[in-house]
Nanobody, 123 residues
Framework: VQLQASGGGSVQPGGSLKLSCAAS????????IAWFRQAPGKEREGLSC????????LYGGSVSSRFSISRDNAKNTVYLQMNNLKPDDTAVYYC?????????????????WGQGTLVTVSS
């Protein structure tokens, strides 16, 4: 499966962005899709994951109340709605997929990755 992340950009603190992850390929297989981010000099951090059956998992206390994940199976697209963005949210955001209906917070569990989309939060 191929993943295409989009929707990043520059936003002021307190603003919102909605990222999209479009999947293509053998999407008849059930995939769980997660969002990760990596800031300069930091490790990749798992943010949230959603199964094909819409079961959701949130990781990271700093974002759990501000970010939400959703998916539209008809469009083979997963979204990450990010509200009340802070400068610490500045990072490259990646979507990743794994076959099956189980979510994990760690990157090694995912086999397919999108190219990343940059989010910059600055005044």
């Amino acid at each position: 499966v191929q993943l295409q992340a989009s929707g990043g950009g520059s936003v002021q603190p307190g603003g919102s962005l909605k990222l999209s992850c479009a999947a293509s390929g053998p999407t008849s297989v059930a995939y769980s899709i997660a969002w990760f981010r990596q800031a300069p000099g930091k490790e990749r951090e798992g943010l949230s994951c959603i199964t094909r059956n819409h079961a959701r998992a949130l990781y990271g206390g700093s974002v759990s109340s501000r970010f939400s994940i959703s998916r539209d199976n008809a469009k083979n697209t997963v979204y990450l709605q990010m509200n009340n963005l802070k400068p610490d949210d500045t990072a490259v955001y990646y979507c990743a997929a794994r076959a099956g209906n189980t979510c994990y917070p760690t990157s090694e569990k995912y086999d397919y990755w999108g190219q990343g989309t940059l989010v910059t939060v600055s005044s």
